[in-house]
């Protein structure tokens, strides 16, 4: 079964400091990968979305890195603000025949203090 | 602009209560997903649907059902509600190609008591 884990579980970085989130996963067997941001009571918010086929995906200040070989994704958000204070998670989503699920990590707690 | 609309926000019920969580997508969407959340665990896989009246069952199904009688409308059904069932229940939907996003409703705050 596929496990996805995201260090660190929370994470708190002055304002206008980068960062990067880390995301693994066991299996690399996988369709996609998807960040996702939840503030708190809230649903999730999908970020971007990296196909098994690609590299990195860009959106604003947000950066998603894929290395499927090696089961492993980074979120680089530059230039953090207080309004990036949320908690990240990822998703797998893994090939067909293998399950039709999302596999979540339990997401990093971020804190962007101003 | 894509939606994934769940009934209600917040409830409260009592324990033994049947209760039923609403979830509809507006996007013509095969899959749609029932997880729960809770701290510490995750999402945890309640169960999926793939097409109207199909199901799957999930990690942790026990105490659940679902219907879906419609392409658009997947809900949730507590049988006897318990305090073991207080947590946050999220509606997401996909497209059956496994190369697309999935889009989560809003949470429904559910609290047995």
């Known amino acids: 079964k596929q496990e996805v884990t995201q260090i660190p579980a929370a994470l708190s970085v002055p304002e206008g400091e980068n960062l990067v989130l880390n995301c693994s996963f066991t299996?690399?067997?996988?369709?996609?990968l998807q960040w996702f941001r939840q503030d708190p009571g809230k649903g999730l918010t999908s970020l971007l979305l990296?196909?098994?086929?690609?590299r990195e995906q860009t959106s604003g200040r947000l950066n998603a890195s894929l290395d499927k070989s090696s089961g492993r994704s980074t979120l680089y958000i530059a230039a953090s603000q207080p309004g990036d204070s949320a908690t990240y998670l990822c998703?797998?989503?893994?090939?067909?025949?293998?399950?039709?699920?999302?596999?979540f990590g339990t997401g990093t707690s971020l804190t962007v203090i101003p | 602009d894509v939606k994934v609309t769940q009934s209600s926000r917040y409830l409260v019920k009592r324990t033994g209560e049947k209760v039923f969580l609403e979830c509809v997508q507006d996007?013509?969407?095969?899959?749609m997903f029932w997880y729960r959340q809770d701290p510490g665990l995750g999402l945890r896989l309640i169960y999926f649907?793939?097409?109207?009246?199909?199901?799957e069952k999930g990690d942790i199904p026990e105490g659940y059902s679902v219907s879906r009688e419609k392409k658009e409308r997947f809900s949730l059904i507590l049988e006897s509600a318990s305090t073991n069932q207080t947590s946050m229940y999220l509606c997401?939907?996909?497209?059956?190609?496994?190369?697309?996003?999935?889009?989560f409703g809003q949470g429904t705050r559910l609290t047995v008591v």
């Open positions: 997401a939907s996909s497209l059956w190609q496994g190369g697309t996003e999935a889009f």
């Open positions: 299996d690399s067997a996988i369709y996609n």
């Open positions: 990296i196909q098994s086929s690609q």
């Open positions: 998703a797998v989503r893994p090939l067909p025949n293998t399950g039709n699920q999302f596999y």
């Open positions: 996007m013509d969407h095969e899959n």
């Open positions: 649907s793939y097409d109207v009246k199909m199901k």
